[in-house]
């Protein structure tokens, strides 16, 4: 499942008139537009800190953002069966990532371990 976001947004059509040519706003009409959640920003932004002088393609950015976008729900659904509550501790996410990386080697380490880094930063930011 993905998360999809709509809003509502007016659009406002501009008409010329046959005198002066001045536009003038005609009713706005309202239309639903669906989000699709995407981590290209931050993947873009983490690529920029790295490199400063790469870029990347659309391909290749739809990709990253697939991978991104599986990995967050496979963690989600692993802590979701682990404990079947709505709201989601530390220690359910950290034993959550070591069941889905499990097997990976010093994947599952690094990922434990930034993890617990950014918690700290976030919590002596509060």
């Known amino acids: 499942h993905q998360v999809r976001y709509s809003s509502l947004f007016r659009t406002m059509k501009s008409t010329s008139t046959k005198t002066g040519g001045a536009k003038k706003a005609s009713t706005a009409a309202r239309?639903?537009?669906?989000?699709?959640e995407s981590y290209s920003l931050y993947i873009h932004r983490v690529l920029k800190q790295?490199?400063?002088?790469?870029?990347?393609s659309k391909k290749a950015m739809k990709v990253m953002d697939d991978m991104i976008c599986d990995v967050f729900h496979r963690i989600a659904a692993t802590s979701k069966d682990c404990k079947g509550r709505s709201t989601l501790k530390q220690k359910e996410i950290q034993t959550a990532v070591k069941l889905t990386f499990s097997g990976t080697g010093d994947l599952e380490k690094h990922c434990v371990s930034e993890g617990t880094k950014a918690i700290g930063k976030f919590q002596a930011s509060v």
Request: no cysteine.
């Open 50 to 56: 790295v490199h400063p002088d790469m870029a990347i």
């Open 31 to 36: 239309r639903k537009k669906t989000r699709k």
